[in-house]
DNA sequence: GTGGGGGTTCCAGTGACAGGAAGGTCAAGA
DNA sequence: TCTTGACCTTCCTGTCACTGGAACCCCCAC
């Protein structure tokens, strides 16, 4: 399979595939003329990095999961301290993001946002006093 | 005034302050040897910077707001507008992430956490079947 | 004069790619 | 046989908003 069909089938650019090599996440064999020849073992691999990156983890955590994934003798309790600590990330993003989202909508409640050049928002950005 | 002393009264580093000039965001005066000299604007500037950064506008956000909070003729409905935009922004940011959460927190929940191999949240990336 | 705590510039790195240039390869159609 | 166009390759740059660090200058107190 070359890069195209492995994008088309797994749903991510040939750009990220390629760098996906780069950083030695997976390793697709190389056919004469120097395409990349991909194995259902690769295809595999990358579609599993697309669900991982979907979830949020970073790409070091990808690796850190896909070695957890291909070693047999892995104990659960170290994948679920990469989702914990994720997770725990993910919770704290979402608290800053809502805190965030409360401030401004009153601001943006409170604007008129008319042609008038009065503005609770700027007057907030600015210190109010 | 001299970049420390901004750092400080604004909280933010000093390596912030001259990157907003870098990029044009702040134009402090230069004392003869050199050294960046800050007015009480300059100053002000930056806590304005400060604030919508920490509301999460982007940088490009900013130069906008700060061209209006400096237009006495401005319309609010303009200010408005990138605030609502940003708002949307934000909301959809908060939307991805409660999904990350809540597919992650049952999976971490799913996962016995303990030395044996099997885990769910492995299955689950790698395509469980 | 020396030490330390300011300040300056400039360059590289971050994360996870995306865009684009310049060029090689391959199968199909005229 | 030639050409077209889709595909592939590598390599370099840019993104965003800084951060870290090197190498150097400036100023004041001791």
New binding site residues.
Partial sequence: M??????TRTG?????I????DINLIK?L???????RFREKDVHKLNF?GRA?ALG??????RTLLALYEDETRASADVKQVARDHLTQIEAKIADLNAMRDTLSHLVDACAGDDRPDCPILQDLGGKS
Same sequence: chains 1, 2.
């Avoid at 070359?2 to 994008?7: F, K, P, R, T």
């Avoid at 390629?18 to 090599?21: A, L, V």
């Avoid at 190389?30 to 990349?36: A, P, S, V």
């Fill in positions: 070359n890069i195209g069909d492995v994008a991510l650019p040939a750009k990220t390629r760098y996906y090599e697709p190389r056919d004469d003329n120097g395409y990349r990095l990156r983890f970073t790409i070091e955590d990808c």
